[in-house]
């Protein structure tokens, strides 16, 4: 997670290509969610997933990830 915040850090829009994942635990994608930043601690941080294979599509629907302010899931 602290690896992604540092390679996150000073940018606005971060974009994450989820096509070449085959497995993603619940612990990585929290760290892939928790980038997106409402801005209430700083500047806003926008994250757009593209490529989301369907499994970690269900998941963030589950999870209600999928509406975190600042996280757009591209179909």
Same mark, same amino acid.
């Given at each position: 997670?602290t690896?992604?915040?540092?390679?996150?850090?000073?940018?606005?829009?971060?974009? =994450?290509? %989820?096509?070449?994942?085959?497995?993603?635990?619940?612990?990585? !994608?929290?760290?892939?969610?928790?980038? &997106?930043?409402? #801005?209430?601690?700083?500047?806003?941080?926008? =994250?757009? %997933?593209?490529?989301v294979?369907?499994y970690?599509?269900?998941? !963030?629907?589950?999870?209600?990830?999928? &509406?975190?302010? #600042?996280?757009?899931?591209?179909?």
């Amino acid at each position: 997670m602290t690896s992604l915040h540092e390679l996150a850090e000073g940018h606005q829009e971060v974009q =994450v290509d %989820l096509g070449g994942v085959s497995y993603c635990d619940l612990a990585g !994608l929290r760290a892939i969610v928790r980038l &997106a930043d409402d #801005g209430s601690t700083g500047p806003a941080r926008h =994250v757009r %997933l593209r490529n989301v294979p369907s499994y970690i599509r269900v998941v !963030l629907a589950i999870t209600g990830w999928d &509406a975190v302010p #600042g996280l757009d899931v591209e179909t």
